[in-house]
């Protein structure tokens, strides 16, 4: 995957990402609406192990293929570039304000380009924005770059966030249209998780979406299931958030659900939820040179 692919057709549109995304983390107070927008795409990358399997330069070229194309199994398969491609930004705008201190930030960066190829009949070349940061920062940074864009690791953007006096904070998600941004209500997160997306269809629940290693997957569950009842009651997609709040972690349950005609009966095994929806906050203990960073980054 060429660079110039990488910056046209994904990096390009995922640090315009990453402006919107910096720009809420800077109106933490300003715009609350939109820091939790741009929450919803850090909830998205996390809630996907597609994110363990492709890396962002692979999702981009693959994108008319497979991004554009997705099917029940993408989620566990694939990783939006622009989702993921603006946390990258973001790690990046905190990787060169720390080791410059403070000096040069992707804001730099991106007006560097500007003047280098915003006019230009030629364009960027290959790798263009990967030698730019670099001679913009006097950073090596491409260590930086084969982790995060053409790798599969996680981004340690908890550390980052806490190195500028913000914490990355997690929780359980709290139901089917929970997409992150901002803490739960008291009492609404569930205990325990299907581990698998409901939908309703034609007057019956189908399961559209099955997560790796869920408690439904381990039950034998598939996409394009109907589901008929759980622990002998009727269960859809509106009331199963509400349902699962009943229950505990490791309690063993009959499910019923039709395939292509044949009644099923299996035993689900409920988990713990995963903690997988975030929302940020301003560290109140950071230490002085975090809270400094804070300052020159947020003004706050």
Partial sequence: MSLIALALGSLAPLFTSNHNLVEDTRALQ???????????????????????????AE??????????????????????????????????DLKLRSETDGQVSLDDVMQAAWRRWGESPDGMPEDG????????SGLDLGDFFDASVRGTGELPLEQMLASHGVELRMRPST????KGGKPADSGAVPEVWLGATLAASNGSTTVTT??????????????????????????????????????RNADRLELVLLRREELLTTRIRLQHAPADTCYLGLASEAPEDAVARRAAWLGV
């Fill in 129 to 136: 924005l990967e030698s730019l940061c670099a001679e913009v």
């Fill in 59 to 92: 999702s981009s070229f693959d994108a008319w293929t497979k991004f554009y194309k997705q099917d029940a199994n993408s989620g566990n398969a694939i990783v939006s570039y622009y989702a993921k491609g603006s946390l990258i930004a973001l790690a990046l």
């Fill in 30 to 56: 300003r715009a609350e609406a939109e820091h939790r927008r741009n929450m919803v795409a850090l909830t998205r990358v996390l809630r996907g192990a597609g994110r363990r399997r492709q890396s962002v």
């Fill in 210 to 247: 099955v997560a790796n290693g869920g408690p439904a997957e381990r039950a034998g569950v598939a996409p394009g299931d109907e589901i008929v009842a759980l622990d002998g009651l009727k269960l859809t997609a509106a009331n199963c958030d509400k349902r699962l709040r009943r229950y």
């Fill in 175 to 178: 139901g089917s249209n929970d």
